[in-house]
């Protein structure tokens, strides 16, 4: 708070030399309106008014209540104006401090010390230019009156209350039941105007006041001696001790018209007169609390709850000291009705909410009823209070009770109105006359590069890529090729005006695009579990005279199903490997791997292992899946042009990677796939193999493996005949889906939709509804914000990493900024050095990249609030250039998993030997234990 007061105080001090010396507040008046205009369209406000008086008015609002970068802005606008804007009034001479001018002033008023004292106090904070004569006059006149009361009242023994009546205490006299004793009260005379106070001789008024005290003690006497006189004896309610303790322990100031009674004694009485579960005493008023029942409507329930009866407590004990006879049913009557009332009206609220739910189920009053009842009167509190949240919690319960029911209802409904016939959903592809063309081979058999010299040759293209690092070097080939090309991915957009071929990624291809060509590439990747979708809707529906297919053999009766039953003609070119591969009999020790080694590992944490224990011999190059593709592309480039000689890797090589690697060294042959840890697939195999041998560099490539157990796996699977890809292919619910159940279904949890259309959806074709993880748990986040259902869509297909916490707060904080429509700026963290210490420090930068991405995947769906996407691109630069220098250490160290302090190299722990003192060396024998 220090830091942005004083920030603020020196840009209040800044824009004095643009006004003369003069406050904003001040020297915002003599600018025209024109210019003030021009400074609301600088700050970004146009809904204004451009009312000279109102734009004033509203700076000077801003002024005061903006944070410093708002103030900023407005300083920013007068700096580059350059005009000052002088003030006609001439400066006040001679210039005084707040002390000498207070000084100068008292010195001509005729004033005594006391009087000096107060007015110095009374202008102690005031500006200096704001103290005048006429103002410390004022003040003097009303010092001399607050002295003059004052001594009144240290004279007269009281006090002036706020209404200037004069407060005193007197001794008055209780005289029954053959008693008698005097009880100090507090009393009042009629109030003093100012004036008569002011105005009137010291003396004089001293004395009219002692007159008016005296008229008062008189006046409470009297009425003390008939209320005592009306007492009956016996009382109807108190005995005769009970109200000489009651009169002897009324407090002296009392708002109460009659004497207090005692709690234990009221409570007492109260309860002879009603059934109370509670009683309590307040200063003004009595709160009773009693036990009463509601019958439901249209039921045979009742509800218990307890009924507040709040009565003034004047009122009571007039009706207990006059010996009354009194009740509180017609109270108790009246509050019961506003409390079912008030009931009621919220239960008909939630009923005709449920109503409006169950619509299609056509229940009775009396069943409707019935089933809220089962919910209410678990949430209901004693209050018979329904309050809004309960009212939610209900409705939501209610909801939940009939989805079942609503679903049996409305699933015919929804598939009459769907079109079922997944092939129609492309009106474009399907009102052209589509060529298919599959080429299918191995890898390095030359098919991608048969497709792509279609495309280049054709007049207008599109290549559909698998990553976003093969969708921008399709991109580059393109426009190597003197081709006007666009790159199109989910975080990047190169847009060509005159283009002519488009390369994007093929979850970003646009289906209302019609092109001569239109290359899909890694088409076996229709069998994904997560993005198999793509590649299925990418063929269905791909708006291309020719559509041109590249994939590994096992694809082929997969397509071939497809083909017929879009019944348009496939053409199927098969192609064989340029080059023989090799697989080596024996294991490969680490002193025999040679440069132009490719050496496989299935996660990110083996693959820095295994850099850092061949940087000993070699330069080393890595690829893994976290690592984002600038990066990639940079390491396969070190490996590509001979800076590096070895390539440590995940099977992220396995797409589309054309490499110079002669061998191929498995270091295992099993990987997680998501759900359980397994070998690896024949076809899995065979893609990362195919890597080894480039044509025209390698005659040969070799595959091999770092130890026996990897490579009995590749020897049993690598000559076997990959699985065959076949129907139902998965399909994926598009907005147009989401919108329509969610119309139907009155919902606008995109996760219940989701879930919907997965368990419900049916197809006439060789589909069905892909059941994607990720997307369903991101809707479970985007559902706890208020958004439309469109948004949740757009955000829930973002591409996240939902192990990493650090990339789903940053998510949740950009869905925060969408919800409340405020614009969302990119805010880049803080890096130490210029490379990572330790595999921590390099994970934290590689999500700081991934973060990026999804800030820049978002900005191209909401650019008006994604503001800084510019920003966001340089930042990813410096990022991955800290990923690349941390890549070329030759070493990184694991760090403590309590304290984050790095551990020595090739520590055996997890944890540092401080941490291990600290946490699990304990006194007495026998007390240590190891770290897990």
Known sequence: MAKKNKKNSKINQRIRKYFDDDPFDVGIERVESKTLSELFAALG???????KKLMIKTLRMIWSEAESTMRQDILHFFEADGRVYKSEKPKDEPHFNREEKIDAIIAELDVNDEEALRLREAFATVRAKKITIEKMESKLRHIHFELKKEKLERELEGIFDIDDSFEFNASLKYSLYDQSFHKILTLHTKPYSYELIEESDFDALAAKISEDKMQAVAAKQKSIDAFLASL????????????????????????????????????????????????????????I????????????????????????????????????????DAVRADVKKEYEESFLDALEALVEECRGYAELLHFSEEELHERIYAFLLDFMPRSLHLTQKIHRKVARRFLQSIQGELIKKQRQELLARTIRDFKNLFPIARGMRRKLTLHIGPTNSGKTYTAMKQLEEADTGYYLAPLRLLALEGYETLRSKGIDASLITGEEQILDEEATHISSTIEMMNYDVDVDVCVIDEVQMIDDRDRGWAWANAIIGAPAKEVIMTGSPNVKEAVIALADYLGEELEIIEFERKNPLELLEHPTDFKNIEAATAVIAFSRKDVLKLKQRLSADFNVSVVYGNLSPEVRREEARRFREGETEILVATDAIAMGMNLPIKTILFSKAEKFDGITQRNLFPSEILQIAGRAGRYGLHENGYVGALNKEALSILKKNFSKEPKKIGTPFKVMASLDH?????????????????????????????????????????????????????????????????????????????IHALE?????????????????????????????????????????????????????????????????????????????????????????????????????????????????
Not at 45 to 50: G, K
Not at 853 to 875: G, H, I, N
């Open 232 to 287: 009956k004896y016996p009382h109807a309610y108190l005995t005769t001790k009970e109200i000489i303790d009651s009169l002897r322990a009324s407090p002296p100031k009392t708002t109460l018209a009659y004497p207090l009674i005692s709690a234990k004694v009221l409570k007492k009485i109260v309860r002879e007169k009603i059934e109370a579960k509670e009683i309590e005493v307040h200063s003004q008023e009595l709160l």
């Open 289 to 328: 609390v009693v036990d009463e029942v509601l019958q439901l409507p249209y039921s045979s329930k009742e509800l218990t709850y307890n009924l507040e009866l709040s009565i003034e407590l004047d009122g009571v004990l007039e009706e207990i000291w006059e010996s009354k006879r009194f009740n509180f």
């Open 738 to 814: 989401i919108k329509l159940v969610s119309s139907i279904l009155e919902e606008n949890s995109l996760e219940e939709i989701l879930r919907f259309f997965i368990k419900n959806m049916e197809f006439n074709g060789p589909f069905y509804a892909a059941s994607l993880d990720d997307m369903l748990e991101a809707s479970r986040i985007v559902d706890s914000y208020d958004l439309d259902i469109a948004t949740k869509y757009h955000l829930a297909c973002a591409p996240l990493t939902l192990k990493s916490s650090y990339i789903i707060e940053a998510y949740e904080s950009y």
């Open 45 to 51: 406000i146009y809904d204004i008014e451009h009312n």
């Open 820 to 932: 409340k429509q405020e614009p969302v700026y990119y805010h880049p963290p803080k890096l130490q050095g210029v490379y990572a210490q330790t595999s921590d420090e390099l994970l934290r930068a590689e999500d700081m990249v991934k973060e990026i991405s999804l800030y820049l995947w978002l900005s191209y769906r909401f650019e008006d609030y994604f503001v800084d996407a510019e920003k966001a691109r340089q930042y990813r630069g410096v990022l991955n250039r800290y990923i690349e220098n941390t890549l070329q250490q030759t070493q990184l160290v694991q760090s403590c998993k309590l304290c984050s302090a790095p551990l020595p190299y090739n520590s055996k722990y997890a944890i540092c030997q401080s941490c291990f003192k600290k946490h699990y060396t304990h006194r007495g024998r026998g007390q240590r234990r190891s770290p897990r």
